[in-house]
């Protein structure tokens, strides 16, 4: 006892830190299972450092005998600065991520067993010209994927369908599914399950190595524990203590490694937030936490619920929201950090306000470093970007998608603008040929490019090349719309473009076909009407993007300047700032239209991660927070986020009327006809859901059961159905005879 005040007085003297009752708890607790729920701004980082150097110090433990696992590169290097700057005397502990702890794994085993195999995920030009018609495309994920797609579906996959492919297989990796189940998971992707099944092959036989990418280190590595147990003994006695930082981000096959590693000793400390778990879509697994005990039955579980950061009235008004959430530790977040101003919220007339608004408010700021404008969408920090470049004031964008200005939408909008210059180029045509009207078909495409008479395709196409008597006319139309728009300021063609040409409808098509998502598709149009706004001509417009793609790239040398922070609300996780703006607060956004359907559909999971998403934005605030919505987008009304006006009635709770008593909330009905004990669930049963009607259970697998209905195989969560009362037994009605 004597031994660890020596040491908390110390460090205390030494560099100030003042530990709290619950936080030298934790530094103590070193021996068995250990889960630290630390709560936004509770000081892990700081507890985590003075366990470890409390480990060495006084326990006399050897640096090489720890080993911490962190969620990525940059929490690992902090933690090690922070040893370092805690600790300058002791030699350096092991911190690395899971997946670089995994690497080594599979690099040994295959070292041992001759297995040559080959990365092929990371830094690689993707934008060099691939020949998809090759048996052999380049040994890279994603010209695989792209490779596949085109083979399998016959088209060019776009980046949204890459991305919603590359993350359902991370999915399906880092929640362990095994290959019956890949079905049931939902991907937008035409044929994505296909896809997967080829990746998978092509990986063991496209070449003399096994082709391996990120999350096969992970897999593979948690396979080799499994089977190998020379290694895994090797492993389990390198470390006798393990911890584990922002475990809330942790999928199912990460657990399942590190549960290896600890299981000669037991000595593992996980320090997470269930509250902060916001990588569902990528296989976080939340519910691991929840059910830690079970892991670990002799763990303890211990609350850091004081808030270092944030003001009184942010703390309070946070920890209130998040109770809306039910799969989640109780906890109680608290303060003594003194009120500074209620949270804000702004409520503008129409979505362009919203940059404006910004601009006007944080030019009156000294301090640009103290701000951060987050959002749920990459796509929001477009409209910000040209708004504060045209004001002159500096941002540092954390995670700029600078795909945006290669996107297809882009590219056409460019090529209709071109083709007002000229209706000649056959080559400009071939690009939105299928997005204008007219409906010229493929053939009647190849058909006009064998013509070289430099006359207008469209006089070309109405004289030599074989129409139907419907396309005549939209076709002239075309081209006459085209020569109005000869000149005509950018925003005017955008426009036009839209609804005269009908590139709207077009797209809705696509959209509806290919399974893309209609409302970001329309978001970046309606982008590039903001960009066009107040320019003069289509060159200036063309200027404008090719500059404003240069901004992107050029504000990340702004990260340590006096500038303001744009962010998404998923990369704000572990920052801080004394103003915080929270923007695009619409229920479609945050939550999104998805998390809605599912949350009526009974999976509430979607819409908690929502909460927990909205929550991060929420205490990344010191001092101010101000949460915007607005009351029009492209012309329609929007609701404001049924977030926002949870956080309204949390800060100004209504009022009853004093001349009436106010009458009591009716409860839900209670459905004496519900299932309520898991048992009554059986292969075979004919059921009755509250949302999807009759169908019948064709699998149950742990946490899920697999129902048919009429429209479709649905996986439901068995404990949600179960207290919410959505299934009943259906009854089976017998044809009788008259």
């Not at 030494?14 to 630390?38: R, S, Y």
């Not at 190998?228 to 930082?245: E, G, I, M």
């Not at 959430?325 to 919203?354: C, G």
């Amino acid at each position: 006892m004597e031994a660890s005040s020596d040491f908390f007085n110390r460090k205390h003297k030494d560099h100030g830190v003042a530990l709290n009752h619950v936080q030298k708890q934790a530094v103590l607790q070193t021996e068995g299972p250990l889960l630290l729920l630390a709560a936004p701004g509770s000081g892990k980082t700081t507890t985590m450092i003075m366990r470890i150097g409390y480990l060495i110090e006084v326990k006399g433990v050897a640096p090489s005998r720890i080993k911490a696992v962190t969620f990525s590169r940059a929490s690992a290097s902090d933690m090690k600065e922070r040893f370092t700057r805690f600790f300058p005397d002791l030699p350096p502990v092991d911190f690395s991520t899971i997946h670089s702890l995994a690497f080594e794994i599979v690099r040994e085993h295959f070292r041992q067993t001759g297995t040559a195999y080959q990365m092929i995920e990371g830094d690689i030009d993707l934008e060099e010209r691939v020949d998809f018609d090759s048996e052999h495309p380049p040994l890279h994920k994603k010209h695989i994927l792209r490779h596949l797609f085109n083979t399998i579906v016959g088209e060019i996959i776009t980046d949204d369908q890459m991305d919603e492919l590359t993350t359902y297989i991370s999915y399906i990796k880092n929640k362990m599914i095994p290959r019956e189940e890949w079905p049931l998971v939902e991907c937008d992707v035409k044929e994505a399950e296909r896809i997967l099944r080829e990746y998978e092959a092509f990986k063991r036989s496209g070449s003399d190595k096994l082709l391996i990418d990120y999350d096969d280190m992970l897999t593979l590595g948690n396979e080799i524990l499994e089977r190998d147990k020379v290694l895994l003994r090797k492993y389990q006695q390198r470390y006798d203590y393990v911890l584990t930082d922002e475990s809330q981000d942790t999928s199912l096959v990460q657990h399942a490694i590190i549960e290896k590693l600890v299981r000669r000793h037991g000595n593992l400390c996980v320090v997470a937030d269930d509250d902060q778990s916001i990588y569902g879509w990528r296989g976080a697994e939340p519910s691991y936490l929840l059910n830690f005990k079970q892991v670990y039955p002799k763990a303890v579980i211990l609350f850091m619920e004081q808030n270092y950061r944030s003001s009184k009235d942010i703390v309070s008004a946070a920890n209130q929201f998040i109770k809306r959430n039910k799969s989640r530790y109780d906890k109680n977040m608290f303060t003594h950090n003194p009120s500074h101003q209620p949270i804000k919220i702004r409520s503008l007339a129409d979505y362009q306000d919203q940059a404006k608004y910004l601009v006007q408010e944080i030019q009156k700021v000294e301090s640009l470093r103290d701000v951060a404008v987050l959002y749920r969408n990459n796509a929001s920090s477009i409209p910000l970007m040209n708004e504060f470049d045209r004001a002159g004031i500096p941002f540092y964008m954390k995670d700029g998608d600078i795909r945006f200005f290669s996107h297809w939408v882009v590219k056409d909008i460019l090529n209709f603008m071109r083709m007002t210059f000229t209706d000649k180029r056959a080559d400009i045509l071939e690009e939105i040929h299928t997005k204008i009207n007219g409906y010229i078909t493929r053939r009647q495409m190849a058909a006009l490019k064998e013509i070289t008479n430099n006359e207008s395709v469209f006089d070309n196409l109405l004289n030599y090349v074989e129409l139907k008597d419907y396309q005549r006319k939209p076709l002239q139309e075309c081209k006459e719309t085209l020569q109005q728009m000869k000149g005509i300021p950018p925003l005017d063609a955008i426009r036009a473009i839209r609804r005269k040409l009908g590139y709207e409808k077009a797209v809705e098509k696509m959209s509806e076909r290919l399974g893309f998502r209609k409302e970001y598709v329309f978001g970046i149009l309606n982008t590039l009407e903001e960009i066009a706004d107040g320019l003069e001509t289509m060159e200036d417009f063309a200027k404008r993007l090719k500059y404003l793609e240069s901004v992107m790239k050029s504000s990340r040398f702004n990260k340590n300047r006096n500038a303001v922070t744009f962010s998404t609300l998923h990369s704000a996780k572990g920052l801080e700032f004394k103003r915080v703006y929270m923007i695009d607060l619409i229920d479609g956004i945050i939550p999104s239209n998805d998390d809605l359907e599912k949350n009526g559909a009974g999976k509430q999971e979607f819409m908690e991660e929502a909460v927990r998403l909205f929550y991060v934005g929420m205490t990344r605030a010191k001092m101010e927070l101000e949460l915007i919505t607005y009351q029009k987008r492209d012309g329609e009304k929007v609701k404001e986020s049924l977030f926002v006006s949870d956080v309204r009635s949390i800060i100004a709770p209504p009022k009853p009327m004093q001349t009436q008593v106010p009458k009591e909330e009716p409860s839900k009905p209670h459905n004496p006809k519900a299932i309520r004990n898991k048992n009554e669930l059986k292969l075979g049963s004919i059921v009755e859901h509250r949302v999807f009607g009759r169908g019948e259970i064709i699998k149950i697998n742990g946490e899920r059961i697999h129902i048919r209905f009429q429209a479709g195989v649905k996986a439901l969560s068995i404990l949600t159905c179960i207290e919410a009362g959505l299934l009943e037994p259906a009854v089976r009605v017998e044809a009788t005879k008259r």
